[in-house]
């Protein structure tokens, strides 16, 4: 009887109704409708693109270089074990969401103006202490999330125009990807999370069918997993890959029934598995141990217009998911200068800009494509999508009280409260053991190594050698200095530890 009670508040309470932006009362004309068939998403199918699509961004690229460090078979598994995590961990969070929400809105508090943030869930549940480490952890992650973006840009480029070194590409991309501070909110994200999966769809594809045509390379070697710290630098890759719902809160409150969320990250999931694993193992079947000093799977395969159509359309794609990454920091930056309930769509956006220069500047610090991803995945997803929000299931609903009140009850075949409690416990051991423990170790021994061998600001990381470099010596040169220039070539992409 109970339970019916606070579903019914749920129903009625959780709209969603903000302006975000927007004028009120301006007549419903054709220029009002069309805006609302491709700006104004807040169905259960927007929610959905919007997961989908900003899941399975570039990391698409870095998977083959993941399933070349972990083997073919650990490739698979882990990308099964951690979609399942990820979609667990995003029912937590949806669920905690909900029960903040219905008690603000019980309170008479007004939303209409104002985007719901993870940090502010924590603080309204649980306080401020776990408020200040869920900002730390999300803004921190969202920040080098954004910086992922912009080198993947400039990684992706410079396979169809290399007249332009990678770090030439990243001013230009930063700029470009600026223009995201006009982006009110994940409300008005309708036709790019759209095109998005389409984009991504189409590149999954690419890849596998293009790896298949082309057949395995002559010598391919399928050797790994030779070392733990490729292992788990491998491993950490695919728990970044899965925690892209570190934005589940903002996607939620751009719905107007956010309790309709809960199996919408799952939905996504399996969508996003039919993507990564034919196109990882195919490019891995194709290539083998070469993916290990080629961490875009772009650079093994030939030139062709439908590689060329692939790397355009991921291009597009890193814009919409760098505008996924960092709005959620706008809504921070807003929060903070005094800026959020601001309606004037041009004094927001000028108010955004700072936000993208730190951005821009660590892009061209750490310009290391692939080695990034599971540095971020280990010391920082580990935390902000996988053992913060299962802790905060876990003491939110410690009490009997707070577990007969609790607004979403946990379904029968979880177990209850005992079994939700189990995967909870679980799930933090392993991602703190696994995930962030020896993750974190290897991943720091990768991102280390690439900063010995290219350097910081490095120019064009990963880029084959110049044909110079590579040419046969002059005869009045001695082999042995020419073989010298061409190891420490600072764009040289094949040595190993």
Known sequence: MATSGSDKVVETVIVGNYVEMETEGEPKGIKTKVSNLFWHGGSV?????????????????TLPYSFSQLGMLSGILFQLFYGLMGSWTAYLISILYVEYRTRKQREKVDFRNHVIQWFEVLDGLLGKHWRNVGLAFNCTFLLFGSVIQLIACASNIYYINDNLDKRTWTYIFGACCATTVFIPS???YRIWSFLGLIMTTYTAWYLTIASILHGQAEGV?????????????????ILYTFGGHAVTVEI????WKPQKFKAIYLIATLYVLTLTLPSAAAVYWAFGDMLLNHSNAFSL????????MAVILMLIHQFITFGFACTPLYFVWEKAIGMHECKSLCKRAAARLPVVVPIWFLAIVFPFFGPINSTVGSLLVSFTVYIIPALAHIFTFRSATARENAVEQPPKYFGRWVGTYTINVFLVVWVLIVGFGF??????????????TFGLFTKCYQCPPPAWATAPPPPHHSVNATTTATLHHPFNHTRRP
Not at 221 to 237: D, E, S
Not at 302 to 308: A, E, K, L, N
Not at 439 to 452: L, R
């Open 45 to 61: 199918y927007d929610a959905w693109f919007s997961c989908a699509s900003n899941q399975v961004a570039q990391v698409l690229l």
């Open 186 to 188: 994940f409300h008005n």
């Open 221 to 237: 070697r399928h050797a790994g997993p030779t070392q733990l710290v490729l292992y788990f630098t491998g491993a950490t890759n």
């Open 252 to 255: 939620m409150h751009a719905m």
């Open 301 to 308: 395969l030939p030139r062709t217009p439908f590689r060329d």
């Open 439 to 452: 993750g974190g170790w290897a991943s720091m021994t990768n991102f280390i190594h690439q900063i010995d």
